[in-house]
């Protein structure tokens, strides 16, 4: 199997955290549900540009995307391709209780799971209504185990998403993933294994 995973563009969801972490914020200015934050205008550019490195390349057999409309928005606009598949279980993490918060936040307002995740560490700990990595990693492995082998296949997803399919693909421990994780897997990256063997990891050359 050739595997290419692709970060969504740069989102206006990012934007609001990266303002709400900078100010020392508590709660990040983002007014949509998760699955419906929309690429900013500098997404947009990143997409394009993913666009023409995948232009000259074999194109997918198959073209798959989290339903999150920053993912939709980055492959569609990357590929133009007509036949993309939406699979429910490439979203993002759900964060639950969580959702909005930044860490400053989620200390001031819930230091019990500020602690907990402390204490269980990040792959294990699950949020009130939400899921852990690990929760992810079950639903990811299979869709993993559905794709056809002997193709060429695309996906469109997020950080979390991508960093977990390296765990299963490589084989890795929870302390491998969560040294590698420290790395933030930049907006529209591009990921690829042909084989189970990494061809390239985090690549944002084509976005200069």
Same mark, same amino acid.
């Given at each position: 199997?050739?595997?290419?995973?692709?970060?969504?563009?740069?989102?206006?969801?990012?934007?609001?955290?990266?303002?709400?972490?900078?100010?020392?914020?508590?709660?990040?200015?983002?007014?949509?549900?998760?699955?419906?934050?929309?690429?900013?205008?500098?997404?947009?550019?990143?997409?394009?540009?993913?666009?023409?490195?995948?232009?000259?390349?074999?194109?997918?057999?198959?073209?798959?995307?989290?339903?999150?409309? =920053?993912? %939709?928005?980055?492959?569609?606009? #990357?590929?133009?391709?007509?036949?993309?598949? +939406?699979? /429910?279980? $490439?979203?993002?993490?759900?964060?639950?209780?969580?959702?909005?918060?930044?860490?400053?936040?989620?200390?001031?307002?819930?230091?019990?799971?500020?602690?907990?995740?402390?204490?269980?560490?990040?792959?294990?700990?699950?949020?009130?209504?939400?899921?852990?990595?690990?929760?992810?990693?079950?639903?990811?492995?299979?869709?993993?185990?559905?794709?056809?082998?002997?193709? =060429?296949? %695309?996906?469109?997803?997020?950080? #979390?998403?991508?960093?977990?399919?390296?765990? +299963?693909? /490589?084989? $890795?421990?929870?302390?491998?993933?969560?040294?590698?994780?420290?790395?933030?897997?930049?907006?529209?990256?591009?990921?690829?294994?042909?084989?189970?063997?990494?061809?390239?990891?985090?690549?944002?050359?084509?976005?200069?």
């Amino acid at each position: 199997m050739d595997l290419t995973l692709i970060r969504h563009g740069e989102s206006t969801g990012n934007v609001a955290r990266e303002l709400a972490m900078r100010s020392g914020a508590e709660i990040m200015d983002i007014p949509e549900r998760d699955p419906d934050i929309p690429l900013s205008q500098r997404g947009v550019r990143q997409a394009q540009l993913l666009g023409r490195w995948l232009a000259a390349q074999h194109p997918p057999d198959l073209v798959l995307s989290s339903p999150y409309l =920053r993912a %939709l928005e980055t492959v569609r606009t #990357a590929t133009g391709h007509p036949g993309i598949r +939406i699979d /429910e279980r $490439l979203r993002d993490r759900d964060m639950g209780a969580l959702y909005r918060l930044t860490p400053a936040g989620v200390k001031a307002r819930f230091p019990h799971e500020y602690d907990l995740k402390e204490s269980v560490g990040k792959f294990y700990y699950r949020p009130p209504g939400g899921e852990s990595w690990a929760d992810m990693a079950l639903r990811l492995r299979a869709v993993l185990s559905d794709l056809p082998r002997d193709s =060429r296949i %695309l996906i469109s997803a997020h950080d #979390a998403v991508i960093i977990l399919i390296r765990y +299963i693909v /490589e084989g $890795l421990s929870e302390a491998e993933i969560m040294e590698i994780e420290k790395l933030p897997v930049a907006n529209c990256s591009i990921s690829r294994w042909v084989d189970g063997r990494q061809v390239m990891f985090n690549e944002v050359s084509h976005l200069i």
